[in-house]
């Protein structure tokens, strides 16, 4: 768990220190940053060859439901437009200064400011849009392509089932809720083994 804690915060370190090293001259930027990707590529590569091979039947409990309208998907969207065409249309008010790090990595010849609200509207959209999938461990639960659980059991209080919504419900020991919405004839088909191991592990109600 720390260890998926410290992975998570390991990636967004990288992505601020991208937009850093393209606006700002370092020395050695080019050769830390990709030492901190290197890092993370192997410790991925570790997570799906633990997965490949330790965890082939692993049985899942359904998607992450957060209740989100799709209106901010939408907002991301129209915002994003705006942003490309006056960031285009008008770079030339805007100076931007390439240097090692950013010749190394992007064309010197493209827009660099057309890249980097691109790159930052996908990074945005991949906070709010979650469509993570939930699998058990005798540990906790973990999604798919991860090794490291995204929670223990222990992190919970209690769950419930919602059947009339397809949920269960998981409390948190912070009182904060997560929710999860399984497809109805697999969980039927399921339901003995997935209520026996959540039995198991949290208290029921």
């Not at 397809?166 to 039927?188: A, M, T």
Request: proline share 1%; charged share 20%.
């Amino acid at each position: 768990m720390k260890i998926r804690k410290v992975l998570s915060a390991l990636l967004l370190v990288c992505f601020g220190l991208f937009f850093l090293f393209n606006a700002i001259d370092f020395q050695l930027s080019i050769e830390f940053f990709l030492f901190l990707v290197i890092a993370l590529i192997v410790v991925k590569l570790y997570e799906l060859l633990m997965i490949y091979f330790g965890n082939k039947n692993r049985i899942s409990l359904g998607k992450i439901e957060l209740f989100r309208s799709k209106f901010w998907d939408f907002l991301i969207f129209i915002v994003a437009i705006i942003l490309l065409y006056l960031f285009i249309k008008y770079d030339y008010l805007l100076e931007f200064k390439p240097n090692d790090f950013s010749d190394f990595f992007s064309d010197s010849t493209t827009n660099h400011y057309a890249y980097f609200i691109i790159s930052l509207t996908q990074l945005i959209s991949f906070g709010i849009h979650d469509n993570r999938i939930f699998y058990y461990t005798k540990q906790g639960l973990v999604t798919k392509g991860n090794y490291f659980e995204d929670y223990l059991w222990e992190d919970f209080i209690e769950f419930s089932l919602i059947e009339e919504q397809s949920l269960i419900r998981f409390k948190k020991k912070n009182d904060k809720f997560l929710f999860v919405k399984y497809e109805e004839p697999y969980f039927q088909e399921n339901k003995t083994e997935i209520l026996s191991i959540l039995n198991k592990n949290i208290l029921y109600v």
